[in-house]
């Protein structure tokens, strides 16, 4: 029977390293990566060597050994994965029990048939159908929940591939094996068909609840860019109407210029000509930058932070087409700005400002925040940002800040250094 589970084990821990890494965005090179699973392959069957082969009869050494090949299936997933956090252990506890339907299925056919061949290629076939089918069905919607940042709550559900784990061990393999109990076949077949529906309803409710997050902040977003057009569009009817006026009157400048001509009053003149451009500046729309939608955003929280009486010190260079979605970098900046307002909108005069400096070319993305704090700010360890303690929907714009980092592989950090909050975000295209 030994070469039967060592075989059995085996394509499971093959099926193991492979679920493991389709479902996860690599940290290295495909080579690399493709060498470490196979590492961690090989490390665990050599361990089943030492509970099924040289101790079978030790239920200490089953134990001890069970854990230590749950260490470096757990590592291998964290070690090679681009993000480190929750997600990923969930995604690698569940990936340990997947695999052990195809073993659970070869236990069950041994002991109905006998026959070990056609219990190892069913191992086989169910473990290869099984990944299909989650590789087609739940891939993509796992890899969103994978990439979104939003990790409140994660932790918890990684208590659920644990039960289920601890469960199906103790009914199916210690400290007495399926083949000891068969009257525990159906138990265990009710468990995994438990286990398989509790996952995809999990995983839909998750992407409900993300699409749900996601609209969210694209209705703030959205709100913004109509509240700026609106305000642009005030903006240059006023300017229209006072220039026309303007105009209306040029004659009469004109009039009295020459007239003060022929009477040699130059410092008059002067006088004329400086209310003329102090009319034509006062009503001049102000533009930002050449993208219309940034722009306008742009001058949407310039003017809330203007109404606070704060100083905004812009330095902006951004092109009218840029490599980047422009929603998506105008979803960035508004919440900087949002976030960088709600922090000194409250302080006294000289400390009530804002430094911001955004530069989007072909070439790259810099943007840099800089303004001063007195509460002490909480740094979330998973993603070294700020960290919002308020609960329920507060931090989702930092959230969404990471994301969009991660997503066009750029880098951000931010530090605290002399009452001055500074967060930078850099990508090269």
């Given amino acids: 029977m030994d070469y039967f589970d060592n075989i059995s084990y085996s394509i499971s821990h093959l099926f193991l390293m492979l679920f493991i890494y389709l479902f996860i965005t690599h940290r290295y090179s495909k080579a690399m990566t493709r060498l470490i699973c196979v590492s961690s392959g090989l490390l665990l069957n050599a361990t089943d060597v030492l509970k099924l082969n040289i101790f079978p009869d030790s239920g200490l050494c089953y134990f001890f050994i069970t ?16 993000k480190r956090n929750s997600k990923v252990l969930f995604m690698g506890l569940s990936a340990s029990n997947y695999t052990l339907i195809g073993s659970v299925a070869a236990c069950i056919l041994m002991i ?3 026959n070990p061949a056609l219990a190892l290629a069913t191992n086989f076939l169910v473990h290869a159908a099984l990944l299909y089918m989650l590789y087609k069905g739940l891939r993509d919607t796992w890899l969103k929940q994978y990439e979104n940042e939003y990790t409140k709550g994660w932790w918890e559900l990684c208590l659920i591939p644990v039960f289920f784990y601890c469960s199906f061990c103790f009914m199916a393999f210690f400290p007495y094996s399926i083949y000891d109990n068969p009257q525990n076949i159906l138990g265990v077949v009710c468990m995994l068909f438990t286990m398989c529906v509790s996952y995809v309803v999990a995983l839909r409710y998750l992407e409900s609840d993300s699409t749900r997050k996601g609209i969210y902040l694209k209705n703030v977003l959205f709100e913004s860019y109509i509240k700026g057009l609106e305000n642009q569009y005030y903006l240059v009817e006023q300017s229209e109407k006072k220039l026309k006026i303007l105009r209306h009157d040029m004659r009469h400048y004109t009039s009295m210029v020459h007239l003060l001509l022929k009477q040699g009053e130059y410092e008059e003149i002067d006088r004329i000509i400086s209310h003329i451009n102090d009319v034509i ?5 102000v533009k930002y930058c050449h993208n219309l939608i940034i722009n306008t955003i742009l001058t949407e929280m310039i003017e809330r932070a203007i109404s606070f009486g704060i100083d905004v010190q812009p330095d902006l260079h951004i ?18 700005f949002e ?11 000289p400390h009530r400002y804002i ?22 700010i909480t740094f979330d360890p998973a993603t070294g940002l700020p960290k919002s303690l308020k609960g329920g929907n507060h931090g989702l714009g930092m959230q969404s800040v990471h994301a969009f980092s991660d997503k066009i592989n750029g880098s951000i950090d931010c530090f ?3 009452g001055m909050f500074c967060i930078m975000l850099f990508a090269k295209f």
Avoid: W
């Fill in 339 to 349: 976030n960088a307002i709600f922090c000194v909108k409250d302080f006294e005069r």
């Fill in 112 to 114: 109905k048939t006998g």
């Fill in 355 to 376: 430094k911001a400096k955004i530069h989007c070319t072909a070439e790259h993305l810099l943007i840099q925040m800089e303004n001063k704090y007195q509460e002490e």
């Fill in 319 to 336: 092109s009218e087409k840029i490599p980047v979605n422009n929603y998506e970098l105008t979803a960035v900046i508004a919440n900087l």
């Fill in 67 to 82: 854990i230590i090949q749950i260490l470096i299936t757990q590592s291998t997933g964290i070690l090679i994965s681009r």
């Fill in 281 to 285: 500046d006062e009503n001049k729309v």
């Fill in 416 to 418: 605290c250094k002399d």
